[in-house]
């Protein structure tokens, strides 16, 4: 499975920080007691919809049958299970690098394919990930977003990017592989679940009136 970087995105305009639904089950302050700015706000959103969307995801292929999960519908990486493992190890090699690397560091993008991993792998390895980069964010001092890093990439490609290209590059990646998920699982003939920015907002509203 390749790792490419890609291209990265601006971030789009989205709502203010919305509630997580408890349909997530990560511990995450509700309200901030410090100052922060829109553009913070903006992308601590994003990160925590992009947990509670890959969540989502996770509980709605649990019901799927090991033939379903490993179908090859011959797009993205084959089955829903490798583009699951997929999105996950995207994630975790970008949170190494987003966590580890000092102010104008350099980091090497791992070379060779991703691993391979079982759903119940992604079920208790996924949520890690999630408050490793929500807390990641939450503690970054907002300077530190705009400090370009140095990414070593396949290719013989080096490349300064600041680290909140390399964020929005990460939630990008999730999202894109979330929606080739939702069409398998739509071809197999059944609903998949809640995924998208509005049914994220609406959520937190729904948890509060059932």
């Known amino acids: 499975m390749s790792r490419l970087f890609c291209e990265t995105w601006e971030a789009p305009p989205t709502v203010l920080d919305v509630h997580l639904s408890r349909t997530i089950r990560l511990t995450i302050p509700s309200l901030y007691t410090f100052p922060v700015?829109?553009?913070?706000?903006?992308?601590?959103?994003?990160?925590?919809?992009?947990?509670?969307?890959?969540?989502?995801?996770?509980?709605?292929?649990?019901?799927?049958?090991?033939?379903?999960?490993?179908?090859?519908?011959?797009?993205?990486?084959?089955?829903?299970?490798?583009?699951?493992?997929?999105?996950y190890d995207g994630e975790r090699v970008w949170l190494d690098c987003l966590s580890t690397t000092a102010d104008l560091g350099t980091w090497r993008l791992p070379p060779g394919p991703a691993p391979e991993y079982s759903l119940n792998t992604l079920r208790q390895k996924w949520p890690e990930l999630w408050k490793g980069f929500d807390n990641?964010?939450?503690?970054?001092?907002?300077?530190?977003?705009?400090?370009?890093?140095?990414?070593?990439?396949?290719?013989?490609?080096?490349?300064?990017?600041?680290?909140?290209?390399?964020l929005r590059h990460v939630l990008e990646h999730s999202t894109l592989?979330?929606?080739?998920?939702?069409?398998?699982?739509?071809?197999?003939?059944?609903?998949?679940?809640?995924?998208?920015?509005?049914d994220y907002y609406l959520a937190g509203e729904g948890v509060t009136r059932a």
């Open 136 to 166: 990641w964010l939450s503690n970054l001092p907002e300077p530190s977003l705009a400090i370009e890093l140095n990414l070593q990439l396949p290719g013989e490609i080096e490349w300064r990017f600041p680290r909140w290209k390399i």
């Open 37 to 87: 700015s829109l553009a913070k706000q903006l992308l601590l959103t994003d990160v925590r919809r992009s947990a509670w969307a890959n969540q989502n995801l996770l509980e709605g292929c649990a019901a799927l049958s090991s033939e379903e999960l490993q179908r090859d519908f011959r797009i993205s990486h084959a089955s829903i299970l490798s583009t699951l493992g997929h999105t």
């Open 177 to 198: 592989h979330r929606g080739q998920v939702v069409g398998m699982i739509r071809m197999l003939g059944h609903q998949p679940p809640p995924n998208s920015p509005m």
